[in-house]
């Protein structure tokens, strides 16, 4: 139904509540020094030692992520230092940029002050806030990207003013360059827009505008898959290959648990705003948007997680009538009072660095990236011990192979000070950045996933020699990984290399 005069009227003039400044500010320092007091616990995640790696080999795309995360990880180094805590700075500024602009959404559709600090609350302690939040990945980065892309297309359909396209658009050429799953949000956004409107967003020149700073800033991770072969698409098609079964079987309840469960009640009452709310009509294509993107995800085989961005916004959404409930009594307002503090206490359990090592069997149980962050240290050691049993002479000719990016990465960021040479890895990017020299024929030294010994076919006389022990009894996907010492390779590494590439 085309919107008529009087609505886009009443539309484009409504009166924002004023920004709550200082409790926001509060919120979102709050947020960001936790983060930055627990940056230093545990260790590294294999995917940020693997993004350090990648950072020291910048290119416009990788075989399994455009080039962003590694370029940020790059500066994160290079400004604040080879730790853990530097490397984590970008993500902490992230997440809290994420939560200002949740309020800033509550806002848009017509959240008070108390809507905007209560949006700004539950995205801090989302576990998916706070789990991204914690350490540097493309979720990290993908998380701020959708809700502020969100943000910007709200404020078009509000206003009408097609200039909020140019940002929307440049907002979406920057988020390629980390993940492509934004395109996924692009997609669902506009097809809910030509189904329930307002279409008129889509008229005029403006939203060309906006499609070709999209495409002018993604060009080059664009250009580079294409110039080799889409290497993201094997990935992807792994990916839902391997794990697509899980993953649709886990869809929905994962939407129950990647906010929390005690917070199901808030985004719940947001979608049926934006669907029912006659003031809020010009935002309805969301409401269609998030079922949407769940359908296509589920078809697709893929992660859960990939919904949460927009499910943040209907949390944002729901949060002025959260409030407006929780004013009706004060049994109600301690109810809500109640239900937050639960929900940042077991969010803050599953996803932060709160419990000893040798605790986390629960939390891996909810959220294993807790158990990936242990045991690198020890694996370097394992390693080493390995390394020694080559006898000096024939270690010029040897040759340092892990199994998986991961032990490649932990190996590379603590190899050198154990004394051993760089890692080689058929993994992922790794096997983009070369094999050992054919001359390197000498021993060599595999590093590989307990469940994982075909890869010793390639080999010849292998035997392993120890066995990788974290030292905090975590059953991680390292925890028993074998070290094996083999003669050599069964064929030179030139021809052998296509064979040891594996991209999933």
Not at 3 to 25: F, I, M, N, Q
Not at 326 to 339: D, E, M, P, Y
Request: charged share 15%.
């Amino acid at each position: 139904m085309a919107e008529d005069g009087d609505a886009r009227a009443e539309r484009c003039t409504a009166t924002l509540a004023p920004v709550a400044r200082r409790p926001l500010a509060w919120v979102v320092v709050a947020h960001a020094g936790v983060l930055t007091l627990l940056s230093a616990r545990y260790g590294y995640h294999r995917d940020e030692l693997y993004f350090v790696a990648a950072g020291r080999r910048l290119a416009w795309g990788y075989v399994d992520q455009p080039p962003l995360t590694p370029l940020l990880a790059r500066a994160d180094t290079a400004v604040f230092g080879d730790s853990l805590v530097g490397l984590r700075v970008c993500a902490t500024l992230a997440a809290a940029a994420t939560v200002a602009v949740v309020a800033l959404v509550a806002r848009e559709l017509g959240g008070g002050r108390g809507a905007q600090l209560l949006a700004a609350v539950l995205a801090a302690l989302g576990a998916q806030t706070l789990a991204v939040g914690h350490m540097v990945s493309t979720a990290t980065f993908d998380l701020l990207v959708w809700v502020l892309l969100s943000w910007f297309v709200l404020r078009v359909l509000r206003t009408g003013d097609g200039r909020w396209w140019l940002a929307a658009g440049a907002v979406t050429g920057v988020g390629v360059q980390n993940k492509y799953l934004v395109v996924l949000l692009v997609a669902v956004l506009l097809v809910g827009i030509a189904v329930v409107g307002p279409r008129a967003v889509l008229r005029g020149g403006w939203f060309p505008g906006g499609c070709a700073v999209a495409l002018v800033l993604a060009a080059p991770t664009l250009w580079w898959q294409a110039t080799h072969d889409w290497p993201q698409f094997t990935v992807a098609r792994g990916i839902s290959e391997d794990d697509g079964a899980e993953n649709r079987v886990l869809l929905v309840p994962q939407q129950l648990v990647f906010l929390s469960p005690l917070f199901v009640p808030v985004w719940i009452a947001g979608w049926l705003r934006l669907w029912r709310a006659e003031r809020l009509r010009w935002a309805r294509a969301f409401a269609v948007a998030y079922p949407l993107l769940c359908a296509v995800v589920l078809a697709l085989g893929g992660k859960g997680y990939y919904t949460v961005p927009l499910l943040t916004v209907l949390l944002a959404a729901g949060c002025a009538p959260a409030l407006d409930w929780a004013r009706r009594g004060r049994a109600r307002r301690a109810l809500l009072v109640a239900v937050v503090t639960l929900a940042a206490a077991l969010n803050a359990l599953i996803t932060l660095p709160l419990l000893p090592p040798s605790a986390l069997a629960v939390p891996m149980a909810l959220d294993k990236e807790q158990g990936e962050q242990l045991g690198w240290p020890q694996l370097a050691d394992a390693a080493r011990e390995g390394w020694l049993r080559i006898p000096p002479a024939d270690r010029a000719g040897a040759v340092l192979f892990t199994g998986n990016y991961g032990e490649a990465g932990a190996l590379e960021r603590y190899g050198p000070a154990r004394g051993l040479p760089a890692p080689y890895s058929g993994h992922m990017s790794y096997a983009d950045w070369g094999p050992p020299p054919d001359s390197r024929n000498g021993p060599v030294l595999l590093v590989r996933l307990a469940d994982a010994s075909g890869i010793e076919r390639h080999f010849l006389g292998c035997r392993t020699l120890t066995r990788v022990d974290n030292g905090h009894d975590v059953d991680n996907e390292e925890q028993g990984a074998a070290v094996v010492l083999c003669d050599g390779p069964a064929r030179p590494w030139s021809q052998l290399w296509p064979s040891l590439r594996h991209a999933y």
